[in-house]
């Protein structure tokens, strides 16, 4: 019984099955892992950056610098969240076995061009449409 409950859970609820060997999606987790701890770091080191960046100063050179930085920190911010906000969905992908299959014509993602953006959700076919279209 917990075999079978093992292949439900990997299995995609859609009859969509992904080509990826179960290698080549360990490491993409491993890589989308490691993205995510690296933009937990960022976040961290951030946040410290703009507590602390600003500086009691009366210049306004200063403090004209000051909050062209902090703007830029929180622009960076945005895009890390946004970011990570793609790799938690690429891993519940991985979960449900949904990882690697376009989520528009549900063809399989070849794994070089996940390697290249684990954060991918279409094949090269939709997202070059996507892009001709805006």
């Known amino acids: 019984m917990e075999m079978l409950n ?5 299995s995609n609820n859609n009859n969509k099955s992904n080509s990826l060997h179960s290698e080549e999606l360990l490491n993409i987790k491993r890589i989308l892992d ?3 701890e690296i933009l937990k770091t960022n976040r961290e080191t ?4 703009i507590k602390y ?7 306004p050179a200063d403090m004209a610098g000051q909050e062209a930085d ?3 920190l929180w622009l960076f911010l945005s895009r ?19 990882y690697g299959i376009c989520v528009e014509c549900d063809s399989p993602i070849p794994y070089k061009r996940l390697l290249i953006d684990p954060t991918c959700e279409l094949c090269i076919n ?3 449409e996507l892009e001709l279209a805006n």
């Open 6 to 10: 093992e292949t439900i859970g990997a």
């Open 34 to 36: 490691e993205q995510k």
């Open 46 to 49: 951030r946040l410290e950056q």
């Open 53 to 59: 960046g600003h500086e009691a100063t009366k210049d």
């Open 70 to 72: 902090a703007e830029r």
């Open 80 to 98: 890390d969240q946004n970011i990570e906000h793609r790799v938690n969905k690429a891993l519940k992908r991985i979960d449900y076995g949904q």
């Open 126 to 128: 939709c997202k070059s």
